[in-house]
């Protein structure tokens, strides 16, 4: 079928639903819900059998849905409505939940259900729990309502039809709805409601008396403190105290600024606050914030960064260099990058990196500063001599996050993870990383090209077909965890493990004298310096925009296919 993918924006979900709609041959173009007339415009061009609607944020005009079939995928059980789904799911602490498919009609999220799909629910933040199990199950659900409407028997029922159906209409969750009282919340009341809220729009408080948004909330097991009280600050988290216990704070995004972490956004206050670091890379026993963690199984050493949203800032990148340096030095045959829960990277901080040009500093040297900082740990990673290196994508990864990763012997991916290995959306950076170097070698010149051109996400499974990453494999991140530490252990088991040591480093002594490393990273950073201060402003620009939210007012053409040239209006 021809199916347009109208969205608010092409968030991992519509990447991720559009890629499987293209592996089950039909065919693909995106608008972005811009304007009623421009969506109109959009259907007239591609002439639709369908349209989908993996993300959006306003109702579809009467002049589309009464003569094109739309199907919505709405975050929320059958016969749950409204826009704060999964808000109200998370801070009513529901222990399942679901996602419905259904058909627009006149009256919001309340026409036919084609399909739906349900979940058990984790104690996470909602940009999680919308990453993992609303993905799966939208993506599940959506490509059965597809079937559906193409074999053309099964008939479509209204949630007030089918029986015992729990779902209801809940209104717009209001900050005074998410409210926290420090003085009488305990540490699991304030994490529900600030992961309700999380990663948009954050829950309305104040710190050092300033209004701001809070995100990223981690529970702390020992330090105690005044319910209220800002106890302790360790690198880019504060910890405040709860009627029970501690939560410390990743994010937060202060009034009229941009989402930061938290000891930047507070830098000047933060600084008369105690320090409570952590002892060296190995995972804590007891809760706490911790973003670089190392454990051992054996032969295998595991390197946790749990870094929010995947991105990775200049002092976060030489933290990571110095763990990865000293995990190097471990007695283990095979080393494993796991990255965070969410996001394995998502490459250089661009919100850290536009805080700099809010203050005094240079957003240029501070992109320069990062862009160096993430060659540094790629170097780290690419000369690892003595163990087999294993990036384990159980998160989605993009832009320099990917070469990050594909710096690593191997890459295994999770099956439902969505690779973005491209530099240039971000106003037309090429990007560095030795993607020069690490790219063309696994997909040949020609594909590396179109790959850094087209622009187009990958799914894990084409990612492994095109020789992209090593390995696809199945399940949710737990049963993804043990498959890996499997892997892990069989390859550092292997009685061929020496012979692949001594392949790696000849191959690499051979690439080195071919070509030494310092050369690609000097050729792709020539590039970059005249991203960051040259005269074509197109990065700061794009970054900008990127970091504000700032809405779309066009979709982009690599996506709006129907807006190529040939295609007219008949
Ligand atoms: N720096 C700072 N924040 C980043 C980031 C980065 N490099 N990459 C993603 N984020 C943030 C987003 O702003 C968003 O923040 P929010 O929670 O406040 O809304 C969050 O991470 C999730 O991003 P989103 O775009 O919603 O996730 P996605 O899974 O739909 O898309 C990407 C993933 C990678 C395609 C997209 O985030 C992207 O293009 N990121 C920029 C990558 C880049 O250009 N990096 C710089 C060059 S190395």
């Given at each position: ?5 109208l ?9 991720r ?13 995106v ?9 109109e ?5 591609f ?13 579809i ?6 003569r ?7 975050p929320g059980?059958v016969?749950?409505r ?9 801070q009513d ?11 627009a009609?006149a ?7 084609w399909?739906?799909a ?7 933040k909602k940009?999680s729990?919308?990453?993992?199990e ?12 597809v079937?559906r ?13 089918l ?10 969750m209001?900050?005074s709805?998410?409210s ?6 305990d ?13 948009f ?6 710190l ?14 020992t330090?105690?403190?005044t ?9 880019t ?7 029970d ?19 930047l956004a507070?830098a ?43 991105a ?6 030489e ?19 796991m ?5 394995w ?6 919100n850290?990196?536009?805080a700099?040009s809010?203050g ?5 040297d501070?992109?320069?500063n990062?862009?160096?900082?993430m ?12 163990q ?21 012997d191997?890459?295994w ?40 051109h087209?622009?187009q ?18 399940g ?7 498959a ?14 020496a ?10 002594a ?10 690609y990273?000097?050729?792709e ?16 620009v794009?970054?900008h ?17 129907h807006r190529e ?6």
């Amino acid at each position: 079928m021809r199916i347009l993918l109208l969205t608010h924006a092409f968030n991992s979900l519509t990447q991720r639903l559009g890629a499987e709609l293209v592996r089950r041959g039909h065919e693909i173009s995106v608008e972005f819900d811009i304007a009623d007339s421009v969506t109109e415009e959009a259907v007239a061009l591609f002439r639709p059998d369908l349209i989908v609607a993996p993300y959006l944020r306003r109702a579809i005009p009467e002049s589309i849905w009464s003569r094109h079939v739309c199907l919505i995928v709405h975050p929320g059980i059958v016969g749950d409505r409204g826009p704060s789904a999964l808000d109200w799911a998370i801070q009513d602490g529901e222990a399942r939940w679901g996602v419905t498919v259904l058909q627009a009609e006149a009256q919001m999220d309340a026409g036919p259900v084609w399909a739906s799909a349900d979940f058990a629910m984790r104690k996470v933040k909602k940009s999680s729990t919308y990453r993992n199990e609303v993905t799966q199950a939208a993506t599940a659900a959506a490509l059965q309502a597809v079937q559906r409407i193409e074999e053309g028997s099964f008939v479509p029922q209204r949630p007030t039809a089918l029986p015992s159906v729990r779902g209801r209409l809940r209104p717009l969750m209001r900050q005074s709805e998410r409210s926290l009282d420090w003085a009488r919340d305990d540490t699991a009341t304030v994490l529900r409601r600030i992961h309700a809220a999380d990663g948009f729009p954050g829950l309305a408080d104040s710190l050092f008396g300033q209004p701001c948004h809070l995100f990223d909330a981690w529970p702390e097991a020992t330090l105690r403190g005044t319910p209220g009280a800002i106890l302790a600050r360790r690198e880019t988290a504060l910890l405040r105290a709860t009627v029970d216990g501690a939560v410390w704070i990743g994010h937060v995004k202060r009034a009229g600024s941009i989402k930061l972490p938290t000891a930047l956004a507070f830098a000047q206050e933060s600084q008369a606050i105690v320090q409570a670091p952590l002892e060296g890379w190995w995972r804590t026993a007891l809760a706490t914030w911790q973003d670089i963690a190392y454990e051992e199984m054996g032969q295998v050493g595991f390197l946790h960064f749990e870094f929010y949203n995947g991105a990775m800032s200049t002092v976060q990148c030489e933290r990571l260099r110095l763990a990865l340096q000293w995990a190097k030095q471990r007695p283990t045959q095979v080393l494993v990058l796991m990255g965070g829960s969410d996001f394995w990277s998502n490459g250089i901080h661009l919100n850290v990196i536009e805080a700099a040009s809010l203050g005094q500093g240079s957003a240029a040297d501070e992109s320069w500063n990062n862009i160096n900082a993430m060659n540094d740990l790629a170097l780290e990673l690419i000369t690892c001599e003595r163990q087999m290196t294993v990036a384990a994508l159980g998160g989605n990864t993009g832009a320099g996050g990917c070469f990050l990763a594909r710096a690593a012997d191997r890459v295994w991916a999770r099956e439902a993870v969505v690779l973005n290995p491209h530099y240039k959306n971000m106003g037309n950076l090429y990007g560095s990383e030795y993607w020069t170097y690490l790219l063309p070698r696994r997909v040949g010149v020609a594909a590396a090209q179109a790959i850094m051109h087209n622009r187009q996400p990958l799914t894990a499974l084409r990612a492994l077909e095109i020789g992209f990453t090593d390995a696809c494999l199945a399940g949710d991140a737990a049963a993804f965890g043990a498959a890996v530490a499997q892997r892990a252990q069989a390859l550092a088991a292997s009685p061929d493990l020496a012979a692949t040591l001594n392949a790696k480093r000849e191959a690499r002594a051979r690439d080195e004298a071919t070509k030494p490393l310092a050369a690609y990273r000097e050729e792709e950073l020539r590039h970059m310096r005249r991203n960051f201060y040259g005269f074509d402003p197109s990065y700061h620009v794009a970054r900008h925009h990127f970091v504000h939210k700032t809405l779309a007012s066009w979709t982009p053409r690599h996506l709006a296919r129907h807006r190529e040239l040939g295609w007219t209006i008949p």
